[in-house]
């Protein structure tokens, strides 16, 4: 198999992780949509804007890495159609530089889940409850991606490896 292939193979699993995203964060707008017109509990109602905030941020995550990731197949291809070993050495490049966001991604959630437990612990105040449920909801998100991103990443970074020696 052509390292081209391993490559386009990489990106079209970034989109697809992509529109898992916009799916997820659809799913939650109309969630949002449906507690605003039917939620009629104090919790329910202080629900509204945390859960309609991420709905937006993942619908607009599962965009980007959909649109991004569909341009760079094309460019993966002019690239290594001019020059495969300079293609081979910037995907090198690129890959071992956003390494450092999987431990990063991972603080974020941990972080996310004290803030969750301290909001539940320390408030009765429903709005931070609400704040805490969609904290919760973001940094289990951030774990599930990368979980998914991370192995992706390693198995695309061996490809890249082997075709360099």
Not at 21 to 45: D, E
Not at 52 to 73: D, K, P
């Amino acid at each position: 198999m052509k390292f081209i292939e391993y490559s386009t193979q990489w990106a079209k699993g970034e989109m697809f992780e992509g529109l898992c995203v916009i799916i997820f964060g659809v799913l939650t707008l109309v969630c949002t949509l449906l507690i605003w017109k039917y939620g009629t509990t104090i919790n329910a109602k202080a629900l509204v804007i945390p859960s309609f905030f991420i709905g937006l941020l993942f619908s607009s995550m599962g965009s980007f890495m959909m649109y991004s990731n569909n341009n760079r197949i094309t460019e993966f291809q002019t690239a290594y159609q001019a020059d495969s070993e300079e293609f081979l050495q910037n995907e090198r490049i690129r890959v071992e530089s956003f390494q450092f966001m999987y431990p990063t991604s991972l603080s974020i959630s941990a972080v996310c889940f004290l803030v969750v437990i301290l909001m539940f612990v320390f408030s009765k105040s429903p709005t931070y409850h609400a704040i805490g449920v969609a904290l919760s909801v973001f940094g289990l998100s951030l774990i599930i991606l990368d979980y998914f991103s991370k192995e992706r990443a390693q198995i695309y970074y061996e490809h890249i490896l082997n075709n360099l020696q």
